[in-house]
Structure formats: structure tokens, C-alpha cells
């Protein structure tokens, strides 16, 4: 049974950082790519960053890029977000999910119903 497992979340003051850990277990990961969404009150669902467990490989939405880093430790099954310069706007329940058809991030790693797998996600609220 597939499991993602998001941490990390929490309150923060703008301008501040935080790093959010998405344990996955269940089945090997290596060839997968892993995904970070997040939705707002009220908002739909947005692609935040993806990464390829395999390569290394990138690919951020332009709302967040230059200020997060996406990354993975493979051998731990576990995918990091670091957050920088948060501004009231970063303020969602922050998802992790899982994609087995694609070994490497691309344009269609935006969208949400490219990833079968999904945590329950952690709160990011950012204070003004």
C-alpha cells in the first residue's frame, strides 16, 4: 500500500523559511516523479514543484521559483520542499503525490491527475 506522508507545515512570519518532508513507502520510488501542490481556501488545487527521483531533474511553478528548492533523498523514499521568502500568499495545505508514469518532470507534471498517489497534506500559514 502506497503511502505519502507530509510533514514540516506549520505557522511563519513573512519573509521567514520552512521545509516540508513527504515520506513515501510502500514501493520503490526510483523511477517515479514526485510532485508538490498546494491548495488555498477557496482556490483550486496548483502544481508548486516536481522533481524525477531518479535524475534529479527539476521543474518549478513560476509563483515559487527562486524561492524554493526541491529535493529528494532516494534512499530514505523522502522528498523535501524548502520555502524561502514566504509571503502571506504561500499561506495552503501543502500536497505531496506521486506520479509512476513519468521518470522525468516536464510541463505536464503541472497538472494534478497526471499523480495516482497522494498524502493528506500539511497547513502552511504564513503571518503578515
Known amino acids: 500500500q502506497v503511502q505519502l506522508v507530509e510533514s514540516g507545515g506549520g505557522l511563519v512570519q513573512a519573509g521567514g523559511s520552512l521545509t516540508l518532508s513527504c515520506a513515501a513507502s510502500g514501493r520503490t520510488f526510483s523511477w517515479y516523479t514526485m510532485g508538490w501542490f498546494r491548495q488555498a481556501p477557496g482556490k483550486e488545487r496548483e502544481f508548486v514543484a516536481a522533481?524525477?527521483?531518479?535524475?534529479?531533474?527539476?521543474y518549478y511553478a513560476d509563483s515559487v521559483k527562486g524561492r524554493s528548492t526541491i529535493s529528494t533523498d532516494g534512499a530514505k523514499n523522502t522528498v523535501y520542499l524548502q520555502l524561502n521568502n514566504l509571503i502571506p500568499e504561500d499561506t495552503a495545505v501543502y500536497y505531496c503525490?506521486?506520479?509512476?508514469?513519468?521518470?522525468?518532470?516536464?510541463?505536464?507534471?503541472?497538472?494534478?491527475?497526471?499523480?495516482?498517489?497522494w498524502g493528506q497534506g500539511t497547513q502552511v500559514t504564513v503571518s503578515s
Open positions: 522533481i524525477s527521483v531518479s535524475t534529479g531533474s527539476t
Open positions: 503525490a506521486a506520479d509512476s508514469s513519468s521518470r522525468i518532470p516536464r510541463r505536464n507534471s503541472e497538472n494534478s491527475w497526471e499523480y495516482e498517489y
